[in-house]
């Protein structure tokens, strides 16, 4: 059965630090475009950032620019997405997923393109 499964979300004081892994099973993630999303209840859910399939090109949404940082753990068939400088606007429930376009170079931060989900794990940021 293939799946994704996130981990490593928790509690942080504002400017603190948390490292999410996205872990699949089933399949080679290598081969496959990422992309993380979060949700607040109440709130769509919007993409964060996104690692390409074959080249590994990234993109981040605006706000976590310089402060995010994604990559691939190639061998443990994980992604990683490292938060820093945590600020109060970031808590919601992490997501990872897959549109399952094996070797595409470039990936997207669309809810609707995605094709296999994570179940989430939350980020809480307070002081």
């Known amino acids: 059965q293939e799946q994704l499964v996130e981990s490593g979300g928790g509690l942080v004081q504002p400017g603190e630090s948390l490292r999410l892994s996205c872990t699949a099973s089933?399949?080679?993630?290598?081969?496959?475009?990422i992309s993380w999303f979060r949700q607040v209840p109440g709130k769509e859910r919007e993409g964060v950032s996104c690692?390409?399939?074959?080249?590994?090109?990234?993109f981040y949404k605006e706000s976590v620019k310089g402060r995010f940082t994604i990559s691939r753990d190639y061998g443990t068939n994980t992604v990683k997405l490292q938060m820093n400088s945590l600020q109060p606007e970031d808590p919601a429930i992490y997501y990872c997923?897959?549109?399952?376009?094996?070797?595409?170079?470039?990936?997207?931060?669309?809810?609707?393109?995605?094709?296999?989900w994570g179940q989430g794990t939350p980020v809480n940021v307070s002081s």
């Open positions: 997923a897959t549109d399952r376009n094996a070797g595409a170079p470039y990936c997207a931060i669309v809810p609707e393109y995605m094709k296999l």
């Open positions: 089933g399949f080679n993630l290598d081969y496959y475009a």
């Open positions: 690692i390409g399939g074959s080249r590994d090109n990234t």
